[in-house]
């Protein structure tokens, strides 16, 4: 079985959006100067769908959601002539051979994430050739289901965020994750609609359930230090990317306060780059997404490293990529999951992009051990919403 063609393609989402909406989460954007809103206008309405095809006639399908546009560049100029010809079966070395040849100008960011969409290809190649999920080459079922937790409690109107939370509690889930609207830049009045929301959303929940508070890297320490003894009477399972992605100063010193668990690793690319995150302890849970990290082949290391260092492994926007890499390993005891929903931020997208997506039930996702591969195809009913760039 050899490799025969590659092909990646930019879906570009033309259909209905939800409007905007301003403060949603804070961000890195939030502490430089700007006489707009910045969150009011960020999305990611587009994805980069990538086909490789054998030539015994499987094909396999990976997915690239950052800088869409200049990753399908990417890997229609470097990284597929690397691949085409080979077996597939050989990953490690097309692996090696994609991040090595690239290393010069790539080795983190938009370059890791094509490489990523190359690699989880070639996985789902290689499950449909044996007729197996792909959770089942990495080591198989380690659980009989995965639990998961709500994650889109974005930061809206305080009543709307009761209501939200409470629909998805009638459901059955058990943990949920919440987004912070402010930042150091909105100074005391913001510090205050923070603790407004967490306090209006433990009112719904309970604390009977896991909580846990998203940031997005939108807050710089000295802010994050002060907010940290503040939220502790709230519990939370962790406070996710306080500061900017590489300040790992910063979360270690934020991590070793003990005061609330700090998570990460969303905005990082490498087996390396999370070998200086477990080594200086600057976090307490590893958020690492598989079509960012180089797909698969270096996910699976990445768990690896994780358990050694007794730190859990819970994927950054759940999807089948990271759900497989889940199902796999001790090391990852739950899921993050977006619900089916109108196409607001861009998380969205992966529905009305792919079928197979499982969907959550009572707080729980699952697995088919009879759907070979990733388990995923290409929907049809939105095309003509989307504009396909080959």
């Given at each position: 079985?050899?490799?025969?063609?590659?092909?990646?393609?930019?879906?570009?989402?033309?259909?209905?959006?939800?409007?905007?909406?301003?403060?949603?989460?804070?961000?890195?954007?939030?502490?430089?100067?700007?006489?707009?809103?910045?969150?009011?206008?960020?999305?990611?309405?587009?994805?980069?769908?990538?086909?490789?095809?054998?030539?015994?006639?499987?094909?396999?399908?990976?997915?690239?959601?950052?800088?869409?546009?200049?990753?399908?560049?990417?890997?229609?100029?470097?990284?597929?002539?690397?691949?085409?010809?080979?077996?597939?079966?050989?990953?490690?070395?097309?692996?090696?051979?994609?991040?090595?040849?690239?290393?010069?100008?790539?080795?983190?960011?938009?370059?890791?994430?094509?490489?990523?969409?190359?690699?989880?290809?070639?996985?789902?190649?290689?499950?449909?050739?044996?007729?197996?999920?792909?959770?089942?080459?990495?080591?198989?079922?380690?659980?009989?289901?995965?639990?998961?937790?709500?994650?889109?409690?974005?930061?809206?109107?305080?009543?709307?965020?009761?209501?939200?939370?409470?629909?998805?509690?009638?459901?059955?889930?058990?943990?949920?994750?919440?987004?912070?609207?402010?930042?150091?830049?909105?100074?005391?009045?913001?510090?205050?609609?923070?603790?407004k929301s967490v306090e209006a959303v433990r009112e719904v929940i309970g604390y009977d359930t896991d909580l846990m508070l998203e940031c997005y890297m939108g807050w710089n320490l000295e802010y994050a230090k002060r907010m940290l003894p503040k939220l502790e009477k709230f519990e939370p399972r962790w406070l996710e990317e306080p500061v900017i992605a590489d300040d790992i100063g910063?979360?270690?010193?934020?991590?070793?306060?003990?005061?609330?668990?700090?998570?990460?690793?969303?905005?990082?690319?490498?087996?390396?780059?999370?070998?200086?995150?477990?080594?200086?302890?600057?976090?307490?849970?590893?958020?690492?997404?598989?079509?960012?990290?180089?797909?698969?082949?270096?996910?699976?290391?990445?768990?690896?490293?994780?358990?050694?260092?007794?730190?859990?492994?819970?994927?950054?926007?759940?999807?089948?990529?990271?759900?497989?890499?889940?199902?796999?390993?001790l090391a990852s005891p739950m899921a993050e999951y977006f619900p089916i929903f109108d196409v607001e931020v861009g998380n969205e997208l992966f529905w009305y992009i792919f079928d197979g997506e499982p969907i959550a039930e009572n707080g729980f996702l699952q697995l088919r051990d009879d759907v070979p591969g990733l388990g995923l195809t290409l929907k049809a009913d939105y095309l003509?919403?989307?504009?396909?760039?080959?």
């Amino acid at each position: 079985m050899k490799i025969k063609s590659v092909r990646a393609r930019v879906y570009e989402w033309k259909g209905k959006t939800v409007p905007p909406q301003g403060n949603f989460c804070s961000n890195a954007m939030d502490l430089v100067y700007s006489k707009t809103e910045t969150m009011s206008t960020f999305r990611f309405h587009s994805w980069t769908v990538v086909e490789i095809e054998t030539d015994d006639g499987i094909v396999g399908l990976g997915n690239v959601a950052l800088a869409p546009k200049i990753a399908k560049a990417i890997i229609d100029e470097y990284l597929a002539p690397l691949v085409i010809g080979q077996d597939p079966w050989d990953y490690e070395y097309l692996w090696q051979r994609m991040y090595r040849s690239t290393h010069a100008w790539g080795r983190k960011g938009v370059a890791m994430a094509a490489i990523s969409a190359v690699d989880l290809a070639i996985w789902d190649i290689l499950g449909k050739s044996v007729n197996k999920p792909v959770f089942k080459l990495l080591g198989g079922r380690t659980k009989e289901k995965i639990p998961c937790y709500y994650s889109k409690l974005y930061r809206t109107d305080l009543k709307e965020m009761q209501d939200e939370a409470q629909k998805f509690l009638d459901q059955g889930f058990k943990a949920f994750k919440m987004r912070f609207g402010y930042g150091p830049a909105h100074l005391q009045d913001g510090v205050k609609e923070n603790l407004k929301s967490v306090e209006a959303v433990r009112e719904v929940i309970g604390y009977d359930t896991d909580l846990m508070l998203e940031c997005y890297m939108g807050w710089n320490l000295e802010y994050a230090k002060r907010m940290l003894p503040k939220l502790e009477k709230f519990e939370p399972r962790w406070l996710e990317e306080p500061v900017i992605a590489d300040d790992i100063g910063g979360y270690a010193e934020l991590n070793n306060m003990g005061i609330i668990p700090i998570s990460g690793g969303e905005h990082e690319f490498s087996l390396y780059g999370f070998q200086q995150l477990l080594e200086k302890k600057a976090v307490s849970v590893v958020q690492y997404d598989t079509n960012r990290v180089g797909g698969i082949t270096a996910a699976h290391k990445i768990n690896a490293l994780c358990e050694a260092y007794s730190v859990p492994v819970i994927p950054h926007a759940g999807q089948m990529h990271n759900y497989h890499l889940t199902m796999s390993t001790l090391a990852s005891p739950m899921a993050e999951y977006f619900p089916i929903f109108d196409v607001e931020v861009g998380n969205e997208l992966f529905w009305y992009i792919f079928d197979g997506e499982p969907i959550a039930e009572n707080g729980f996702l699952q697995l088919r051990d009879d759907v070979p591969g990733l388990g995923l195809t290409l929907k049809a009913d939105y095309l003509d919403q989307f504009q396909i760039t080959e």
